[in-house]
Each structure stands twice: as structure tokens, then as C-alpha cells.
């Protein structure tokens, strides 16, 4: 049996995982840069790339901020079955591949 907490903590890192994802999809959709997304919403870039990354425990009011930076609604952000994004051909990293 699993516990409550195990299971909320559980489910915490799972929806902070979704709403990372979710936000770096539509940021690359609307080809905008973590410090654009980030000088729309009123924070540093680091913040942006830690929710990207899932590390970050938004508030209500951010995810507002996001939706309305990234012209989504914000059950978008939160919205479950999503894809890992695709990093657009022009902004990938060049050099050797190993």
C-alpha cells in the first residue's frame, strides 16, 4: 500500500514534469526564447528553464502569466498525453555528433 504522502509527493513531481513540458512545447511552437518567455511573465530565465525541467512548484498566478505569455489556456499547461517537444532544426546545437 502506498502512503498518502508518498503518493502526493508522487503526483507533485508528475504534474510539475507536465506543466514543464507542456510550457517548453508551446514556447518552441511560438519560436520565443526562455528570456523572452521569462521577461513576459516578470522572472529571471534560470526559473523558466528550472520549470521547463519539471524542478519548479508554480503558483496559480504563474501559470496564468505562462498561459497568457504563451496565448494558450491554461489547462493547456497542465493537460496530460503530451509529447516530448521538438527542438526546432535552426536552434539545435552544431557540432560533431558522437
Known sequence: MVSNLALASHVRM??????GLNVRRHR??????QEELAARIGVEQYY???LEAGKRNITIVTLWRLAMAL????????ARGVHRPQIPS???PRGKVR
Open 14 to 19: 508528475d504534474v510539475r514534469r507536465i506543466v
Open 28 to 33: 518552441l511552437e511560438a519560436e520565443i526564447s
Open 48 to 50: 523558466v528553464s528550472g
Open 71 to 78: 496565448s494558450v489556456e491554461a489547462a493547456e499547461l497542465v
Open 90 to 92: 535552426k536552434t539545435r
